[in-house]
């Protein structure tokens, strides 16, 4: 499986870089106003990591869930699994459910990372099971490349 040996790490954000990230660069990563965003290389799973200035985590469920159906993935909220854990020190929250997305299942999550007490880093994703299975090292690989920056 193909690491993140070839990626690029962003720094979030530009002003005064709190958190960095590693997306690998056959995804073509791109900055987008709050964060970065990329695709696999078959364009079978997109992912983004956003930073976001509130601590309450249910309003930052709410936007995710938000942007994702505006991007055109249904979440089946029936499917819905929660956890919790640390990832290089940082607390996440991590949401995960079944869904649609172009007329064909996908898996959707949400991970929230809490950056500071009023910073949080939203790592989004959603392709395809077998998207998820093939890229499951390198979704790994950039979930475990977000680290804490000046802290």
Known sequence: MAS???AKPFELPDSKPIVTITLPDA?????IPKGVQA??????????????????TDKVVLEGVKFLAESGVKIDPASEKRGEGKVNGIDMITIDWTG???GKVAKVSLSIAILSPTKIGLLTYWGSPAAEKKYGAQLDSILKS???LGQ
């Open 146 to 148: 977000i680290q804490p």
């Open 27 to 31: 995804w073509d990563p791109e900055e």
């Open 39 to 56: 695709n696999s290389p078959d364009t079978a799973i997109y992912v983004s990591f956003e930073l976001g200035e509130t601590k309450n």
């Open 100 to 102: 649609v997305y172009d």
């Open 4 to 6: 993140l040996a070839s």
